[in-house]
């Protein structure tokens, strides 16, 4: 049984269907990729899977379970987690405050649980750590990405969903993420990933989902679609 | 030549949609001529409504010649509070300290009460209030300008509590300046226009005396408002289709966005709020000569509560809207009034008159809830000269039912189009 | 206008200032200097309980809840009913029931008005404000809502409430005072009377504004609170249910506002009206704004700040002059300091 | 907390610094601003032909002299247009640049890069007037910026598109672009009440020059869709249209690409050196290098808010300090 | 449970309509009548009073009087105090008449200015309404006075006061009652020379009438003005804390209070538990069992005048049982000047010119006072009771 399975799903802004009957799955532990150009419906999907967005069809099942009628917040309690597109970093809460905002929904077992999980982001991003009490909303773009990640690994969610992590990163940074995704995803954590940089994320997944215009119309396992002529012309860049 | 393609769908949405645009839109499709043909006489119609007296829209415990007067009054006030809150943004809780200022600075030129009063001087009664009437727009500008250049740097909020504490301000000041303006006494005796003086009427028809129904002062005043009305809706109509409006609006949506682009954000709303002084001070003046007699209790907040639900009841940004809104802050109260029976049913009307500030609240909880945007929601037009363009684009729309290519609906489109392009917007006055 | 006009009206406006239109008297401010602090600091105290209900509010939802004023003025029938309910009748004079049991029945009075306020509140929320969020309603909208309900409140308490009560609470006229304690003074201050009420009311809103400042900058809730503040959907993203903590907005303003109308109607028996929240409310919104509006400690010390300015200036240039005094005040701070004297986010609110 | 010059330029625009209220002052918090359920009803958003409109902007080289109509420039191309010098800002205890000088020349594609944080932003509304360095001056065109207001930086011919996108998302495409013509209007209150010669014929421009730029951008025949319901790639056009329509002298791009991907990023590469190409002068910033690679003809280098670098985008490829710093060496040798 | 706190186990109940101040039993009492210097004068004899009922065999028909004033809103109490009297005579007279049923229309004004202007015009149209009962605050009246003048109606006020109303030559208006210029010059009189207080603070809130009054008053109070306590207060203020740190460091004998009860409830309230025993003396807004029941046992001693007469004992009962509650202050007044209405239509008066001269022609005895009017429209003799709560 996948950790996750979207049937059909579909959903509409006002009379524009943005996402028309996609279903797809990510099994537990998967590294799953959803590519698409430019308002194809990725983010809107992701909004979907968290419940930030309802469905007009289509149903959601997070680990066996049917969430598709679950509020938003409870999903986050039941294990799925999302960096949001946008980054959505709380512009007057210090860096600290903002990480410890990620762990809102969760009860650490101990203190000492609590400060590795801290210091395990600021291992991974160090500059966090030199801005412990910077306010958040005066952080540049990407330490505003990477303080939106860090986040999002605060609750150690069981799926976590990242929406165009690499956005707005500098070029080793980028790489960097990848590796921690990767790395995030050998520990355990099921991931989704949405990323325009098609190539470090396909490289990367198991799996991978072609959005066009708010349906599926390709999937298979990231390497394959790497080679994929058709994906290569139109989100690769080679002409 | 650009290809032109169908493929957005007909049935994308908009934020302000609905009964306004959609009557725009019927509107704008209609020809020039047709439009004169359906506004002047539905004008026409509304100001002869208090002749008309159709029975259930006639209010019975007070003179519907004079809720319509000042319901004209109002919805000047709503058409210049619209200017500073349904356009620019600015959210302004002291819009009756303008009114005020308009009332009072009739009343204390003219008034006998006044140390300031120039009627006996070398003003005829005449003349008076007609002389003071641009006065009092000048002077509402002005005090406009005063409150604007310090507190327009502030932002949303901020402003509403300064533009309330301003509302305050120029009440207290009238009640508190006693030697002056009589404070809670009040002024009498103010100037009102003099037209058409008969031996029953010495005073003229806009005399508070002339009470000979349905040609009362009150069906007088409120022609006078239909005639500014039209009047001040070309002037902001002209303006809204300008730089000017564009700009306010470019300044609710964003202001920091608006800035960079260039426009003089400070300077527009500056003039946003001089020219909804000024529209509200020609209102003040109306009031003042109506009623020929001021006081500050008139002018309290909740009147500023009221104007505002004038403007958001009836569809922030749209003229035509607030103007229905108006209609319905001033008409409401005064329905049940000295009713005894509606629709054959006996009612006691003034019981339920005295319920009235309960019903009203409800009803706006109610409204808000089943329409947010206001009763009368439409985009505003912020082009001068692009009324071939919007011909083009609705075409196209009525086209894309039909036909599912708006390309073919076109091809016959340019002939006549683009023959009305320029300056054929220039006499789209009015809105309407 | 000619120039012998203008002449005379500048000779008018100096004529109606120097006579007794303003007073600008000065020996009568320094001379109950420490008087007018103590009385402005007891109504600021009031003022500031009432606008932290604005200020949440406000940082939550970016609302101006016209109607807080109305909650306020339930809280006021609230404590009136619960006095009464323990038996202690309308009348002209002040009981006398010692200070422990004075104290408590303050308490026990204070807790029903708060009950009643804070349900009021969140109701108001449920009834009005929700279907509007729901719907997606621009931001004026909910402000005429929040008139409206100011109306709905104000006449309820105005004609429906008598007709439910058997004509005991609400009506056209105040309640019959039910004084609680006579004012005495306690002690002086530098020639000041510090009266019995005056303590009760500071040492209550201080406990109760340290008590919300803890309660929304360390705990749980209120952090929700401030995330919800300064970015919903990421909020809701992290866990924090939006629904939950705007309740709970409104319930801790609601509470606050109806212990600030315990206060206020132990210090004027007289004021328990169903129009007699109205001003109260103004007074508060624009401390609030004058604090830093969304901002908790700004909200509290902007109400200190107004309560004693307005007595200070009341003072110095006659009492008809109270409200311009405040507004004037409000108005010279906010253009040196724009976003209020401690600025704006909620989440600056430990700064 | 540390606070620049005026607390009120923390909420004033610093790309970096975008969280602001939602514009529209939508108080529906549930969502984001593009997030609405919004009313259903009707529509007259269909594409509109162009040439039924204005026929004489059926060929593209109208277009492009309606566009760059009263260019001065072309003759002095090389000569400098924007001088830094030795900018220094901080805020509170961290200096964000230090010290830091470059010139961009007129008519070149300036690229600005470095590692998150380095300051890149920072230098970018220290030109555009969001922030004053506390040390330093910023000389555009000859004068220096010192303290006007930021509408006349605009005018005087800087414009800048934002990180996330900012456009009147009420207004139409059309109606966008005719806002950002405002900084060469001079009509006011009693023109536009009166409908002067000049309002006539400055509104006429406008929409002239509006829809040239639309199509110029190549969404011309939106002009007549509400900026909200534009797809992101089309926004993104929209606003580097708006920001053109202002007649500048240096067009400002603060990371135009963002969620682009290859092939939309491709366009947009052609898009800025036809910009370039057109006269304009342009300075990007932009952590793709493929981008910044293809399209810039200099490249400066910000680390720690010091430039350590400057020079032809092969140079800087080449640059061990900045590989070092920035650019990394590349996982798989493709990308 | 609780037990009751009331120690003194009075009533105290309803919170409407009892003339009992709670549980002090305090109320208003009738003190002396006096006339514009002060000066006491016997009371007169109502045992002579018109009555509304006539003969019973007065013969009209299809004829209404109007009565406007506030019916809704903040002052609506004021308002119907009058509109019960006039109902009360209406109804006696028709049932007394059966050939004669006169309807009484009430116009709600709520005391808006704008409004009544709205208003009158109704009532002056509706050609069956011979004569007007108002309009009730002065206000209103200025703004309206021009529209009835014009109609030739007859505009008899029962209760407002403003001195400036008769100087406009409105011929058709009358006012049943003395202005502000008696009644603040009689107990300005009062207060130096029978109370024989020297310095006496005089506070206002900002209403026409109350400003209006507490001029007269401190002109004619003259040198014992106390021009360094005087002040001004607002319409709905609760909390009088700067004013009553005025007068606390004056040194006066009086406090003098221009206004209503809403506001003079809780200033004397204050003034007491701040210490300042002054006495306090104030005007017919403040005279209402009201103000007791607001101020309790702050209000005793306190002096309260009124241009109106007290309810005789009989007339309160009839008004208690046709409006249910206790007649308040202009009740009277109401009562008498839609008598002399009904008399001049009993007396077959089919117009409102003949209305309007049979007002200026007439001289007798009412309810409250006796009734005969100058050319201006002000009762020739005019009268001004001082009550005392106690
Ligand atoms: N709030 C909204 N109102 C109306 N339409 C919207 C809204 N949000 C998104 N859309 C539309 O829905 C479609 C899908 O958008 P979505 O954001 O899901 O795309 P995406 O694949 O994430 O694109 P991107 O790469 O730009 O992030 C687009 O056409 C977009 O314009
Ligand atoms: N208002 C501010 N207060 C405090 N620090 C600030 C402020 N604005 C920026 N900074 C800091 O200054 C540094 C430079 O920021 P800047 O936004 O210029 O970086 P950038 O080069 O644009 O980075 P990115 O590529 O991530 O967008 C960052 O470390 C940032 O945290
Ligand atoms: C009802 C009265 C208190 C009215 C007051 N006498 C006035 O003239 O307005
Ligand atoms: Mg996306
Ligand atoms: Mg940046």
């Keep these: 049984m996948p950790l996750l399975e979207l049937d059909n799903v579909s959903v509409a802004y006002g009379r524009i269907e943005a996402v028309r009957g996609v279903s797809l799955a990510v099994e537990e532990g998967e590294l799953v990729t959803l590519i698409g150009a430019n308002g194809a419906g990725k983010t809107t999907t992701m909004r979907a899977i968290s419940g930030i967005r309802p469905l007009s069809t289509g149903t959601v099942r997070f680990d066996g379970q049917d969430i598709t009628r679950m509020p938003a917040h409870k999903r986050v309690l039941a294990g799925v987690v999302q960096a949001p597109e946008g980054r959505g970093v709380f512009p007057g809460m210090t860096v600290m405050e903002n990480l410890e905002m990620g762990a809102y929904a969760r009860t650490f077992a101990s203190k000492a649980e609590h400060d590795e999980t801290v210091d395990r982001v600021f291992e991974l991003f160090p500059r966090l750590a030199e801005r412990k009490t910077q306010v958040g909303g005066t952080m540049s773009g990407g330490e505003q990405q990477m303080l939106a990640i860090g986040r999002a690994l605060m609750a150690r969610p069981k799926l976590l969903l990242l929406d165009e992590p690499s956005m707005g990163l500098a070029p080793m940074v980028i790489q960097q993420i990848f590796r921690i995704i990767s790395e995030i995803n050998a520990q355990g954590t099921t991931i989704l990933l949405v990323e325009q940089n098609a190539q470090q994320a396909l490289s990367r997944s198991d799996r991978a989902y072609i959005l066009e215009t708010g349906e599926v119309t390709t999937t298979g396992p990231g390497k394959d679609l790497l080679a994929d002529p058709a994906v290569k012309a139109a989100y690769l860049g080679v002409a | 030549m650009t290809t032109t393609t169908a493929s957005v769908p007909a049935g994308k949405n908009r934020p302000y949609s609905g009964t306004g645009d959609r009557l725009r839109l019927w509107w704008d499709a209609q020809a020039r001529p047709t439009q004169w043909l359906i506004g002047v006489p539905f004008i026409v119609f509304i100001a002869f409504l208090p002749v008309l007296r159709i029975p259930v829209l006639t209010t019975v415990g007070t003179d519907f010649g004079g809720v319509m007067a000042q ?78 250049s310090p507190t327009l740097r502030l932002r949303g909020d901020y402003l509403a509590i300064v533009t309330l504490g301003f509302g305050e301000i120029v009440r207290l000041l009238a009640d508190n300046l006693t030697t002056i303006t009589q404070g809670g006494r009040g002024l009498q005796g103010v100037a009102f226009p003099y037209f058409g003086g008969t031996d029953k009427n010495p005073d003229g028809v806009f005399s508070a005396g002339n009470s000979d129904a349905p040609w009362n002062s009150g069906l007088w005043w409120f022609w006078l408002s239909i005639v500014l009305i039209v009047i001040v809706l070309l002037v902001v109509g002209n303006l809204e289709r300008s730089r000017v409006g564009r700009a306010w609006i470019a300044i609710r949506e964003d202001e920091d966005a608006a800035e960079i682009m260039g426009v003089p954000t400070f300077k527009f709303k500056l003039w946003a709020f001089m020219i909804g002084a000024a529209i509200g001070g020609l209102s003040g003046a109306l009031y003042a000569g109506q009623v020929q007699f001021v006081v500050p209790t008139n002018f309290n907040v909740i009147n500023s509560m009221f104007f505002l639900c004038a403007v958001v009841l009836g ?3 749209n003229k035509l809207g607030v103007i229905l809104g108006a209609f319905i802050i001033v008409y409401l109260p005064n329905f049940f009034q000295g009713r005894t029976s509606l629709f054959g049913i006996p009612i006691d009307g003034n019981d339920i008159a005295g ?33 071939g363009l919007y011909q083009a684009a609705r075409r196209a729309a009525l086209g894309g039912d039909r036909a599912t290519s708006a390309a073919a609906v076109l091809a016959d489109g340019p002939a006549d189009a683009s023959s009305d392009v320029p300056g054929a917007g220039t006499k789209d006055g009015g809105d309407r | 206008m000619s120039a012998v006009l203008l002449h005379e009206a500048v000779g008018s406006v100096h004529a109606a200032i120097a006579t007794d239109v303003i007073d600008f008297d000065s020996h009568r401010l320094f001379s109950n200097f420490w008087a007018l602090t103590v009385e402005g600091l007891s109504y600021g105290a009031i003022y500031a309980l009432v606008a932290v209900g604005y200020t949440l509010v406000y940082g939550v939802l970016r609302l101006i809840n016209f109607a807080h004023s109305e909650i306020f003025m339930l809280g006021m029938f609230g404590q009136y009913a619960v006095l009464w309910g323990m038996g202690f009748l309308p009348r002209g004079n002040a009981y006398d029931e010692g200070i422990a049991l004075t104290v408590m029945y303050i308490g026990i ?37 929040a008139i409206g309900a100011s109306f709905v409140l104000q006449e309820f308490v105005h004609f429906v409430l008598p007709l439910l009560t058997d004509h005991k609470f609400g009506g056209l006229n105040a309640q019959q005072p039910i004084r609680l304690v006579q004012e005495t003074t306690v002690f002086t201050f530098f020639g000041a009377d510090v009266t019995n009420v005056d303590l009760v009311i500071v040492v209550a809103a201080l406990v109760l504004a340290f008590a919300v400042d803890r309660f929304v900058n360390a705990t749980k809730f209120g952090r929700g609170i401030r995330a919800v503040a300064q970015d919903p959907v990421t909020a809701t993203l992290m866990g924090v249910s939006r629904e939950r903590i705007i309740m709970l907005t409104f319930l801790v303003g609601g509470l606050l506002a109806g212990a600030a109308a315990t206060l206020y109607t132990l210090k004027i028996p007289n004021a328990v009206i169903y129009s007699g929240g109205f001003i109260l409310g103004i007074k508060a919104f624009a401390a609030a704004v004058l604090g830093g509006i969304g901002n908790l400690r700004g909200a509290l010390l902007g109400g200190l700040l107004l309560g004693v300015m307005e007595l200070y200036g009341q003072a110095y240039f006659g009492p008809q002059w109270r409200d311009v005094v405040a507004f004037v005040v409000l108005v010279l701070v906010l253009l040196v300091r724009p976003t209020g004297i401690l600025g704006e986010s909620l989440g600056r609110a430990r700064a | 907390m540390s606070e620049p010059n005026s607390p009120d330029s923390l909420r004033a625009g610093a790309e970096s610094n975008e969280q602001f209220l939602s514009p529209d002052g939508s108080i529906s918090t549930s969502e984001d601003s593009r997030e609405q359920d919004l009313p259903d009803g009707e529509v007259i958003e269909v594409d509109v032909d162009l040439a039924s409109v204005n026929p004489d902007l059926a060929d ?10 009263d260019r001065e420039i072309r003759a002095e191309v090389g000569a400098p247009l924007l001088e830094m010098k030795s900018v220094t800002m901080q805020f509170g205890g961290l200096t964000a640049l230090d010290d830091v000088s470059f010139t961009i020349n007129r008519g070149e594609i300036l690229g600005l890069i470095g590692p998150n944080g380095a300051g890149k932003t920072t230098a970018f509304n220290a030109m555009t007037g969001v922030y004053r360095p506390s040390s330093g001056s910023v000389e555009f065109d000859g004068r220096a910026l010192g303290s006007i207001k930021r509408n006349e930086i605009t005018r005087r011919g800087i414009a800048r598109t934002f990180q996330n996108i900012r456009l009147f998302s009420d207004m139409t495409a059309l109606e966008n672009v005719v806002v950002g013509t405002d900084a060469r209007h001079r009509t006011s209150v009693p023109g536009a009440i009166l409908r002067l010669p000049r309002h006539r014929r400055e509104e006429k421009d406008a929409i002239d020059r509006g829809m040239a730029l639309l199509e110029f951008v190549g969404i011309g025949s939106r002009a007549t869709h509400q900026a909200r319901n534009l797809p992101y790639g089309d926004q993104r056009r929209l606003e580097i249209a708006r920001a053109l329509a202002t007649e500048p002298k240096l067009l400002c791009l603060d990371e135009p690409a963002a969620g682009f991907n290859p092939a939309e990023k491709e366009q947009l590469q052609d898009l800025i050196r036809k910009i370039r190409d057109d006269g304009f002068t342009v300075l990007l910033i932009e952590h793709d290098m493929r981008l910044v690679m293809g399209v810039t003809d200099r490249i400066v280098v910000l680390e720690f808010g010091r430039k350590i670098a400057e020079g032809l985008p092969q140079e800087i490829a080449q640059n061990p300090a900045v590989i070092a710093a920035y650019l990394g060496v590349p996982d798989d040798a493709t990308a | 449970g609780c037990s009751s706190k009331d120690d003194s186990g009075g009533g105290g109940g309803g ?19 006096i006339d514009n210097t002060g000066k006491e004068v016997a009371a007169s004899d109502a045992s002579g009073a018109a009555d509304p009922a006539g003969d019973g065999s007065a013969k009209c028909s299809d004829v209404s009087l109007a009565m406007a004033g506030a019916l809704t809103g903040g002052n609506a109490a004021l308002g119907l105090n009058i509109y019960n009297g006039a109902k009360l005579a209406v109804d006696e007279h028709n049932k007394a008449n059966a050939d004669c049923q006169v309807t009484l229309k009430k116009f709600d004004t709520e005391g808006d200015p704008q409004k009544a202007t709205q208003v009158a015009p109704t009532i002056v149209s509706d050609k069956t309404v011979l004569g007007l009962l108002g309009p009730a605050f002065s206000g209103e009246t200025k703004a309206t006075g021009g529209i009835f003048k014009q109609a030739g109606l007859l505009s008899a006020t029962a209760s407002a006061t403003n001195p400036g109303l008769t100087t406009n030559g409105w011929s058709n208006f009358f006012r049943g009652l003395g202005n502000d210029n008696s009644q603040g010059a009689a107990i300005a009189k009062y207060m130096t020379d029978t109370l024989g207080y020297k310095k006496v603070c005089v506070v206002a809130d900002n209403q026409d009438y109350s400003v209006g009054l507490a001029d007269v008053v401190t002109k004619t109070l003259g040198s014992a003005a106390d021009k ?26 009086a406090v003098y209070y221009a206004g209503y009860y809403q506001e003079a409830a809780p200033f004397v309230s ?31 001693d306190a002096y309260l005048t009124c241009p109106c007469g007290p309810a005789p004992s009989d007339f309160a009962t009839k008004y208690q049982a046709s409006a249910g509650k206790a007649p308040g202050v202009y009740s009277v007044e109401a009562y008498d000047l839609v008598t002399i209405m009904l008399k001049a239509i009993d007396s077959g008066v089919t117009d409102r010119a003949d209305m309007v001269k049979f007002f200026a022609g007439y001289d007798g005895q009412g309810v409250a006072k006796h009734y005969k009017w100058d050319s201006s429209g002000e009762l020739a003799s005019t009268t001004t009771w001082v009550y005392q709560v106690k």
Excluded at chain 2, 355 to 384: D, E, H, N, S, T
Excluded at chain 5, 271 to 281: A, D, E, K, N, Y
Aim: glycine share 12%.
């Design chain 3, 109 to 145: 009075a204070m807790l029903g008005g708060m009950l009643v306020s804070g349900g009021a509140a969140v109701g108001l929320e449920r009834v009005a404000y929700r279907p509007l969020r729901k719907r997606g309603a621009p931001s004026l909208t909910f402000l005429i809502t």
């Design chain 5, 15 to 33: 919170a409407t309509g009892g003339s009992t101040g709670g549980s002090s039993a305090l109320s208003i009492q009738p003190l002396v009548q």
């Design chain 5, 228 to 253: 360094d306590c005087a002040a001004s207060v607002k319409q709905g203020d609760t909390d009088f804390s700067a004013t009553v740190q005025i007068v606390k460091s004056a040194q006066a004998d």
């Design chain 5, 270 to 300: 204050q003034l007491r538990s701040s210490g300042v025993t002054l006495p306090f003396i104030s005007d017919d807004g403040t005279n209402d069992p009201e103000f007791v029941k607001q101020a309790g046992d702050a209000s005793k």
């Design chain 2, 315 to 317: 569809g922030q940004g």
């Design chain 4, 60 to 69: 593209a080289g109208t277009v492009a002299e309606i566009v760059a109509a």
């Design chain 2, 71 to 148: 319901f004209g009054m109002i919805a000047l006030v709503a058409i210049g509070l619209n200017v500073v809150v349904g356009s620019a943004g600015l959210l302004d809780l002291g819009y009756v300290g303008f009114y005020a200022i308009g009332a009072y600075t009739v009343a204390l030129l003219t008034s006998p009460d006044s140390p300031w009063n120039l009627t006996d001087q070398w003003l005829s009664q005449r003349w008076a209030w007609l002389f003071c009437v641009p006065i009092a727009i000048a002077i509402t500008a002005i005090s406009g300008l005063i409150l604007g």
């Design chain 2, 355 to 387: 319920y009235k500030y309960l019903f009203f609240g409800i009803a706006l909880i109610v409204l808000m809830i089943f329409r947010p945007q206001g009763l009368f929601p439409a985009r505003q037009k912020l082009l001068a000269y692009s009324r």
